[in-house]
């Protein structure tokens, strides 16, 4: 089975080729899908429809062996009252990731309110079925409430480095590869795909 997947984030590549291991990864990015929508739900639809779209202009469309997917995902923070959500890219436009952390841990640390939840909303098309669907997987934790703990490793990501999931001590970036990719939203949203397409007979 070859996944087609829609992203141009280095880092999300990355972790669906491990994911997605032993089969084929393909990448199509720097797509015309502007997430205008409100939802992890209509935004992954929005790029998924953009990548089918370029499938059938670009090629013959999507073959039998193949799935496209496209990932929305965002954390939802209990101390800005579940912000910033969809908008975890943008949130905090013109300041960096770092300081992003250092600023949410601060306000953590002045509220007590330390809860987080990671959502993965992957939308896919299954060439073989010529079929849609969607599944949403929720990854639940706690923020660092000590900007002094913050750790700075090589698998630094968005907001990894002040995430605790929960029944860990440690955040997401100072786990190994492999135990974050067997907990984390967006492994679990993949395992969730891969269920539906055994549940028909693709994989």
């Known amino acids: 089975m070859r996944f087609v997947l829609a992203t141009s984030n280095k880092h999300k590549i990355d972790e669906f080729r491990a994911l997605l291991s032993p089969h ?3 990448v199509v990015g720097n797509l015309d899908a502007e997430e205008s929508k409100d939802t992890y739900e209509g935004n ?8 089918v779209d370029h499938m ?3 090629r013959d469309g999507v073959v039998s062996d193949e ?7 965002g954390i939802e923070i209990e101390a800005f009252d ?6 975890s890219s ?3 436009p013109g300041v960096a990731q770092d300081e ?10 002045e509220t007590g309110r330390n809860g987080a ?8 098309f299954a060439g073989g079925k010529e079929i849609k669907r969607q599944v949403i997987s929720r990854c639940e934790g706690t923020i660092l409430s000590d900007e002094g703990a913050i750790v700075r490793t090589e698998r630094d990501f968005g907001y990894d480095p002040i995430f605790i999931p929960k029944g860990f001590d440690r955040p997401f970036n100072v786990l190994s590869k492999d135990v974050k990719n067997s907990i984390s939203h967006r492994a679990l949203a993949v395992k969730g795909m891969l269920a539906a397409l055994s549940d028909m007979h693709l994989i």
């Open 90 to 92: 943008r949130f905090m």
């Open 82 to 87: 579940g912000k910033p959500g969809v908008f």
């Open 117 to 124: 939840v990671f959502v993965s909303c992957i939308s896919f």
């Open 56 to 58: 059938f202009v670009e």
């Open 44 to 51: 992954s639809l929005i790029k998924l429809d953009a990548l």
């Open 67 to 73: 799935v496209c997917f496209a990932d929305d995902s």
């Open 100 to 109: 992003r952390n250092r600023i949410i841990v601060r306000k953590v640390a």
């Open 24 to 26: 084929d990864l393909y």
